[in-house]
C-alpha cells in the first residue's frame, strides 16, 4: 500500500492532530506500508482562481506553478490511500486543506457526465491507471466535547470521496482533544487511545477496513463534559489574564 498523508494543522508536528495521525501511520508502516507525510504549512499552495485554464488551454497544468504542481500531485499518481488528516475549524477541515483540494481539479476533465443520477467530472484520461482501488481515510481532532462536532466535516469528506470515485476507508476522530497534551503530560492514562490509532493502521493495512471497536477507542469519552468546560475555560483565562498584565 502506498499512502500519503497529508495534515493541514498549522501546529504540524505539535498538535493534537500529529497525536492521533503519527500512530495511525506508524501501525500502517508495521505492515508494510510506505507512508509519505506533508504539512501544508510547508507547502506554498496557491489558491484556485476558477479560470478552467487547467481545462481547456492547458489540459492538466494550472497557472500556478507552486508546490502542488511540483510535489503534491506527482505523489498522487503514485499512491492508493489519501489520509486527510485535519482539526476542525468552524464545522470543517482548514483553509489550507480546503485549498489543497481545490486544486485537485486539474486531475479532472471539464465534461459534465451522468453518473448514479448525478453530475460528475471523470477523471483525465491521460491519468495512469490505478493497480489498487483509490481510498481516503479521515484523521480529525476537535476542540469541542460532542463527537457529532465532526459531523459536517465527515459529510464533505464522504462528498468528496464520491467526486474523485474514491472509496470512503473510514474516520479517526478525536474530540475534546484539547485535553490530551495535558493529559498525556500528567500521566493520566490515555495510551489506549494512541495504542488503538495504532491498531487502526495495521487493520486498514491488512483488511482495508478498520473495527467499530477500534475507532470507538479512538474517539472515546476522556473526562465529562463539565469537567472539560471548566478546565479549557480556566486555563483561557488564565492566558488572557496574562496578556492583559504584560
Same mark, same amino acid.
Given at each position: 500500500?502506498?499512502?500519503?498523508?497529508?495534515?493541514?494543522?498549522? *501546529?504540524? /508536528?505539535?498538535?493534537?492532530?500529529?497525536? %492521533?495521525?503519527?500512530?495511525?501511520?506508524?501501525?500502517?508502516?508495521?505492515?508494510?506500508?510506505?507512508?509519505?507525510?506533508?504539512?501544508?504549512?510547508?507547502?506554498?499552495?496557491?489558491?484556485?482562481?476558477?479560470?478552467?485554464t487547467c481545462w481547456v488551454k492547458t #489540459?492538466? %497544468?494550472?497557472? *500556478?506553478? @507552486? +508546490?502542488?504542481?511540483?510535489?503534491?500531485? #506527482?505523489?498522487?499518481?503514485?499512491? $492508493?490511500?489519501?489520509?486527510?488528516?485535519?482539526?476542525?475549524? %468552524? $464545522?470543517?477541515?482548514?483553509?489550507?486543506?480546503?485549498?489543497?483540494? +481545490?486544486?485537485?481539479?486539474?486531475?479532472? !476533465?471539464?465534461?459534465?457526465?451522468?453518473? /448514479? /443520477?448525478?453530475?460528475?467530472? @471523470?477523471?483525465?484520461? @491521460?491519468?495512469?491507471?490505478?493497480?489498487?482501488?483509490?481510498?481516503?481515510?479521515? %484523521?480529525?481532532?476537535?476542540?469541542?466535547?460532542?463527537? /457529532?462536532?465532526?459531523? #459536517?466535516?465527515?459529510? *464533505?469528506?464522504?462528498?468528496?470521496?464520491?467526486?474523485?470515485?474514491?472509496?470512503?476507508?473510514?474516520?479517526?476522530?478525536?474530540?475534546?482533544?484539547?485535553?490530551?497534551?495535558?493529559?498525556?503530560?500528567?500521566?493520566?492514562?490515555? +495510551? @489506549?487511545?494512541? $495504542?488503538?490509532? =495504532?491498531?487502526?493502521?495495521? !487493520?486498514?493495512?491488512?483488511?482495508?477496513?478498520?473495527?467499530?471497536?477500534?475507532?470507538?477507542?479512538?474517539?472515546?469519552?476522556?473526562? #465529562?463534559?463539565?469537567?472539560?468546560?471548566?478546565?479549557?475555560?480556566?486555563?483561557?483565562?488564565?492566558? =488572557? $489574564? !496574562?496578556?492583559?498584565? +504584560?
Amino acid at each position: 500500500m502506498k499512502v500519503l498523508a497529508i495534515n493541514s494543522s498549522p *501546529h504540524m /508536528d505539535k498538535g493534537t492532530t500529529s497525536m %492521533v495521525l503519527e500512530p495511525f501511520l506508524e501501525g500502517m508502516k508495521q505492515e508494510g506500508a510506505s507512508v509519505e507525510l506533508l504539512y501544508t504549512r510547508k507547502l506554498k499552495i496557491n489558491p484556485c482562481e476558477g479560470c478552467y485554464t487547467c481545462w481547456v488551454k492547458t #489540459p492538466g %497544468v494550472c497557472i *500556478h506553478h @507552486d +508546490d502542488m504542481q511540483e510535489i503534491v500531485l #506527482p505523489l498522487f499518481e503514485n499512491i $492508493d490511500t489519501w489520509v486527510i488528516a485535519t482539526p476542525v475549524y %468552524v $464545522d470543517g477541515m482548514t483553509g489550507p486543506m480546503k485549498n489543497l483540494i +481545490d486544486r485537485l481539479i486539474s486531475t479532472g !476533465q471539464p465534461f459534465i457526465e451522468l453518473e /448514479d /443520477d448525478h453530475c460528475r467530472h @471523470d477523471p483525465r484520461e @491521460d491519468l495512469p491507471e490505478r493497480e489498487n482501488p483509490f481510498r481516503i481515510v479521515l %484523521v480529525s481532532t476537535c476542540g469541542f466535547w460532542e463527537l /457529532d462536532n465532526f459531523s #459536517p466535516l465527515v459529510t *464533505h469528506v464522504k462528498a468528496i470521496c464520491k467526486n474523485m470515485s474514491a472509496e470512503f476507508a473510514g474516520t479517526l476522530l478525536r474530540p475534546h482533544a484539547g485535553a490530551m497534551p495535558a493529559m498525556k503530560k500528567m500521566g493520566m492514562g490515555i +495510551d @489506549d487511545i494512541f $495504542d488503538a490509532a =495504532r491498531e487502526a493502521g495495521r !487493520q486498514l493495512v491488512k483488511a482495508g477496513r478498520v473495527e467499530k471497536s477500534v475507532l470507538d477507542k479512538i474517539s472515546r469519552e476522556l473526562l #465529562p463534559r463539565d469537567a472539560y468546560i471548566e478546565a479549557a475555560n480556566t486555563q483561557f483565562r488564565m492566558a =488572557r $489574564d !496574562q496578556y492583559s498584565q +504584560d
